[in-house]
């Protein structure tokens, strides 16, 4: 059933009380909402919500095994749905929190066991967007933090296209503009002793390194066309045949 889906402007830096609180109401009553972040624009709802939380996976197409990341206010949050946090991510978090950062954890609450997929472990974004503070504020939950797209569909940087995919089927669109940084968030796993490059993104792998010099780096932790496949030749071996799909760039997470 398709419902009629609402488009606000928006300034993610000085958000509007209005924009905010109609945000904020569809939130609260399980609805979904896209909105831009630091990096591309985003699909939330309330990460508590079984039922919401199923309609994102079902208007993206995506595989329920897999999880969705989402965001939460600071690292005090944080630490209250993980079961430990190692120095190395506490270095990573005082570094780059708030910021284009995603990190792994084991995740102790069920609340969020909607979000996890087959697995125990869950992506945390806090971000530094007036928009999405103001947003967990209001709502006083996690929101999911997963790219506004159709799973192996580019992630979208302007809400006509979040438009184009999801007319019909998400409640309001925040149109805060065109994106600036066309990088989605840098992936780490900081669930085990050691920190595994998950997605290169918006913070270099060089500049991470200057904070946490080992991290492990897989074959597949590069999204197609991201510059750090040319700075890393010596670090790791990239696949032989490109890749060409969200999907298989986000074989382990879908995040922004």
């Known amino acids: 059933m398709l419902i009629s889906t609402k488009i606000l402007p928006v300034n993610p830096e000085n958000p509007e009380r209005n924009a905010v609180y109609e945000a904020g109401r569809i939130l609260k ?24 939380v199923a309609k994102i996976y079902r208007i993206k197409r995506r595989d329920r095994s897999k999880p969705l ?4 206010r600071d690292a005090g949050e944080a630490r209250k749905v993980v079961d430990h946090v190692s120095r190395d991510a506490q270095k990573l978090m005082d570094k780059y929190w708030p910021g284009p950062l ?3 954890f084991k995740c102790t609450t069920s609340k969020l066991c909607v979000v996890l997929g087959k697995g125990n472990k869950l992506g945390i974004r806090v971000s530094p967007s007036k928009l999405i503070d103001r947003l967990l504020d209001i709502c006083n939950v996690p929101l999911t933090a997963t790219s506004a797209n159709i799973s192996g569909k580019k992630s979208c940087v302007a809400a006509n296209r979040v438009h184009y995919f999801f007319n019909g089927r998400i409640d309001l669109i925040l149109d805060g503009g065109r994106s600036t940084v066309f990088l989605p968030s840098t992936v780490l796993d900081v669930s085990g002793e050691q920190v595994i490059l998950l997605r290169a993104g918006h913070i270099p792998i060089e500049e991470i390194k200057k904070i946490v ?3 492990v780096i897989p074959q597949d932790a590069y999204p197609v066309d991201c510059p750090e496949k040319e700075k890393v030749g010596s670090l790791t071996e990239l696949p032989s045949s490109p890749i060409t799909t969200e999907e298989e760039n986000d074989a382990r997470f879908n995040r922004i």
Request: proline residues 6%; glycine residues 8%.
């Open 213 to 215: 010099p080992r991290i």
């Open 29 to 52: 009553g399980k609805g979904i909402v896209s909105f831009p972040t630091e990096t591309v624009y985003a699909l939330g709802a309330d990460a508590y919500n079984q039922e919401t």
């Open 69 to 72: 990341s989402v965001f939460l």
């Open 102 to 104: 995603t990190l792994v």
